[in-house]
């Protein structure tokens, strides 16, 4: 049976949206599966990106339009981390889904998805294209870098809808269906790497890890339809958990080894104080009124 991602406020028995890393001691939502009065499928209308308006600060890329909190997100078919068919993960285990149902649908009535409307940074923290993303970032660092730019932190939804596009795509590349581990810096192997050493940055672990990395807009296929680059892979990014526990902190795209790496579901098991080898961010902030 195919298993669904429900989005952020229910999950199905075994959940895409509930996956963590093999560190981050994951934790099941309690609720119960979102029962939906109206469903809606969503079409492909990506905006355009070739322009950028000039009232978007330098640097980012704006959001505008109608955000889905709950979607329906099926997998038909999982695959291990070169790509062979394998069988659907258990519970709060890590999994790769290798397709997924065509198109994806929004759950939430017409009536409760909000309007989001605002600039996200085109890159990983800090920002600049053809340099590698900072590492050991915790939830408290990016929030402090991104105010000290006027800036301010991401909300996971902000995040998602960057990545997902209006097409509420589970994948911010290709098709948005299909996982693909050359498009974005995701998947690689371990290489004999004890991820458990890198205790700090500078140490031998940390080094071998952080060269695994990929300078923030070399995979150019890495972009959701608004523009937004390396949202999954590379970097597993702190967004803040807008639904507050167990912490403020929540972390968003996964990163270089086989992970979630996708648009909605989130690690909520690190608080804001957690930084490690794979941990940065990315700005947001306010569209002008």
């Not at 355009?48 to 330098?58: G, L, Q």
């Not at 068919?85 to 290798?98: D, I, L, V």
């Amino acid at each position: 049976m195919p298993l669904v991602n429900y989005g952020t406020k229910g999950v199905a028995p075994i959940a895409f949206a509930i996956w963590m890393t093999a560190e981050a001691c994951a934790r099941e939502p309690k609720s119960k599966p979102y029962t939906p009065t109206s469903a809606r499928v969503y079409v492909d209308e990506a905006p355009a990106t070739a322009e950028r308006p000039s009232n978007t600060p330098t640097g980012m890329r704006e959001i505008d339009g109608e955000f889905c909190p709950e979607a329906e997100q099926v997998c038909l078919r999982w695959v291990d981390a070169v790509g062979v068919p394998s069988e659907p993960p258990e519970p709060g285990k890590t999994g790769r889904c290798g397709e997924f149902k065509n198109p994806s649908r929004c759950l939430t009535p017409e009536a409760q998805r909000p309007r989001k409307h605002f600039y996200i940074d085109t890159y990983e923290y800090p920002n600049v294209k053809g340099r590698t993303p900072d590492s050991w970032m915790t939830w408290r660092d990016v929030k402090k870098a991104c105010e000290s730019q006027g800036k301010r932190l991401c909300a996971r939804s902000e995040w998602t809808m960057a990545c997902e596009g209006p097409g509420l795509h589970p994948y911010p590349y290709g098709d948005g269906y299909h996982r693909d581990r050359t498009s974005c810096n995701t998947d690689n192997p371990m290489r004999g790497i004890d991820v458990f050493k890198a205790k700090a940055p500078g140490s031998e672990a940390s080094r071998q890890l952080d060269a695994i990395l990929v300078p923030s807009g070399a995979k150019p296929d890495c972009v959701s339809v608004w523009g937004v680059h390396d949202q999954v892979g590379n970097i597993d990014e702190q967004v803040v958990n807008e639904a507050g526990k167990p912490y403020r902190s929540g972390l968003m795209g996964g990163h270089v080894f086989g992970v979630r790496n996708a648009c909605r579901p989130m690690t909520e098991a690190h608080n804001e104080d957690f930084g490690w080898y794979e941990t940065g961010g990315r700005c947001c902030k306010d569209a002008d009124k």
